[in-house]
């Protein structure tokens, strides 16, 4: 092989497997009360607690500073308050969470009603989401079992068939 496509070769692997290994950072969005709707750049990434996760560069990590972009909490009252953007990668390594608390004003009430209709909506999800873990492990089971018989009826198979050949052999003679 050609010295320069290897030196391209072995370049590339490289660099793709520079990548794998960077460090992801979590910031969970918090809001008092919950079910704010947490907007990034106008992108909806859904209610409150919310966590993000971003991947800092090597300058970011010696720096110990990461900016991100700009995210809004955005209560169903219509109240709103906006997260900060610098996060503290020496103070807090692992990730960190930030927590809003509501403005004061008309729509409280509404927005505890809502935080609690949200919370409902995100223990059902968690319920379909085991039941579905659940069908998903039972039908793995059946279908092991399925093969697991299959294999000892195979089995089955050819010991019958190797005894009838002996039976045949001392009946028969052949």
């Known amino acids: 092989m050609n010295k320069k496509i290897k030196i391209l ?36 990434k859904g209610y409150s607690p919310l966590t993000l996760y971003y991947t800092p560069d090597e300058k970011q990590w010696d720096d110990g500073q990461m900016r991100t972009i700009s995210c809004t909490a955005n209560w169903i009252s219509g109240a709103r308050k906006t997260f900060g953007t610098t996060w503290d990668l ?3 390594p692992d990730g960190v969470m930030q927590t809003l608390q ?5 729509g409280y009430s ?4 809502f935080a609690l209709q949200v919370q409902n ?7 379909a989401q085991a039941a579905e ?3 998903r492990a039972n039908k793995k ?27 045949n052999y001392l009946k028969y003679g052949y």
């Open 90 to 92: 020496k103070k807090f």
């Open 110 to 113: 509404t927005d505890v009603q």
């Open 121 to 127: 909506m995100k223990y059902q999800q968690r319920q």
């Open 9 to 44: 070769i072995i370049g590339s692997i490289g660099i793709i497997l520079s990548g794998c290994g960077a460090k992801q950072y979590s910031i969970t969005y918090n809001t008092n009360p919950t079910g704010a709707s947490v907007i990034c750049q106008g992108i909806n």
């Open 141 to 167: 089971a059946a279908s092991d079992a399925f093969y697991q018989n299959l294999e000892r009826n195979n089995k089955l198979q050819q010991q019958n068939y190797q005894l009838n050949s002996i039976n």
């Open 133 to 135: 873990a659940n069908a």
């Open 102 to 106: 509501r403005p004061s004003g008309d």
